[in-house]
């Protein structure tokens, strides 16, 4: 078995200077994909289910196929990780099943939709670390409200995101407020906003540092070196992707997402946590409309799904060879939850404030 914590496999790419994309499933060929792709390039991989797609796919069998995959890649470390848990339940149940890491999305009340005031988020987002570390399981926290800078408005993925405007100054995460929560809340992850969304309309043009604010993930990242920074929204929506989905029948209007470059820089910059999933969405649903539209006939679903399966693969090649995340995997020795868990308690896990990274090793 080749579960991994979060905690562990983002320290290590940390150690080596590396990013590793989180890739959203809600299936087995999504699931399938990515083990095929992290195979053929020896890359350590992060799963994640957000809410959404645990109800739709059962845990049960999210649990199963995760043993599953593992079973089938046992040299790959595969962490399973829930993707904005709204509140300590949903926490606690991913790891019951099986999950190995939780985000406590507490810059949102339990709603999922209304802005959280901060002490809010400090308190849900600690009582989750010290429930997780108990069990070694690891903990993402978010500071500031995912959205976009040029509307200020959040783009709402199956029930999860704001909903209306919000100012700037809710949009970025504030740097000093960033050491005051990983300090508070001895998160081991934090995902922070600087102008990304999720799904495919984040940018009305290629995006630049107004509306991309790289420069915040430089500060945080200067102010917190020792903390593993997340960032949300960030599949890219390649132009040949929009091209696939709109020559066969789409109708998507022209959008830009974030360039693999600036997310190259954020790995220079702390990010370790890369979340995409409108990416594999578009690849997916590009190669399914390709086969209807050459094949009206067709009705197998094997016959679609299949090629579905080789275009995701290949977006998920391309960002662990992008995020330098290719040829890690067999250099790694997962440590189980358990041996995480004495790790915590003995406070050797503990977040590393104001001192440089070489200091703390
Ligand atoms: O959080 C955003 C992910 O794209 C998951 O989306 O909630 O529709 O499964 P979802
Ligand atoms: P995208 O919609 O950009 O793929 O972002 C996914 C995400 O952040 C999931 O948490
Ligand atoms: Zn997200």
């Not at 043993?67 to 949903?90: F, K, R, W």
């Not at 309309?201 to 945080?220: C, N, Q, S, W």
């Not at 959008?255 to 890369?274: A, F, M, N, S």
Request: glycine letters at 10%; hydrophobic letters at 40%; charged letters at 20%.
């Amino acid at each position: 078995m080749a579960r991994i914590t979060l905690r562990q496999l983002l320290d290590h790419a940390a150690e080596h200077s590396y990013g590793v994309p989180a890739f959203n499933i809600n299936n087995m060929e999504q699931g399938l994909a990515i083990l095929e792709a992290a195979d053929a390039v020896d890359a350590p991989v992060i799963i994640q289910a957000s809410r959404g797609a645990r109800a739709y796919a059962n845990d049960i069998v999210l649990k199963g196929l995760i043993d599953s995959l593992c079973e089938m890649y046992p040299h790959i470390p595969i962490c399973m990780h829930q993707d904005h848990g709204n509140n300590e339940a949903t926490c606690a149940t991913a790891i019951q099943h099986g999950f190995t890491s939780v985000m406590m999305d507490g810059s949102l009340e339990a709603d999922g939709k209304t802005p959280a005031p901060y002490d809010y988020n400090v308190r849900v987002t600690k009582a989750v670390v010290d429930m997780a570390h108990w069990v070694g399981a690891s903990v993402e926290g978010e500071l500031g409200v995912l959205g976009s800078l040029e509307t200020g408005m959040g783009e709402k993925e199956d029930g999860h995101g704001f909903e209306g405007k919000l100012g700037h100054d809710q949009l970025l995460t504030d740097p000093g407020q960033a050491v005051d929560f990983v300090k508070a809340t001895q998160v081991d992850a934090l995902a922070i906003a600087m102008g990304t969304s999720h799904g495919a309309y984040k940018f009305t043009r290629r995006p630049d540092g107004d509306v991309l604010a790289m420069h915040v993930i430089e500060e945080i990242h200067q102010r917190l070196p020792n903390t593993h920074l997340v960032m949300h929204g960030s599949s890219s929506v390649p132009q040949d992707l929009q091209d696939v989905i709109n020559r066969h029948g789409g109708q998507m209007p022209q959008t830009w997402g974030v360039p693999v470059e600036e997310i190259q820089r954020g790995i220079k910059h702390g990010v370790r946590k890369i979340n995409i999933d409108t990416d594999n969405r578009m690849a997916m649903t590009g190669a399914i409309r390709k086969v209807f539209a050459e094949n009206p006939g067709e009705f197998d679903p094997r016959k679609y799904l299949k090629p579905a399966m080789d275009a995701m693969r290949t977006v998920c090649r391309q960002r662990f060879e992008e995020f330098g995340t290719a040829g890690w995997a067999g250099k790694i020795t997962p440590i189980p939850l358990s041996a995480m868990a004495r790790r915590y308690a003995s406070g050797e896990l503990a977040a590393k404030i104001g001192i440089t990274r070489q200091a703390a090793e």
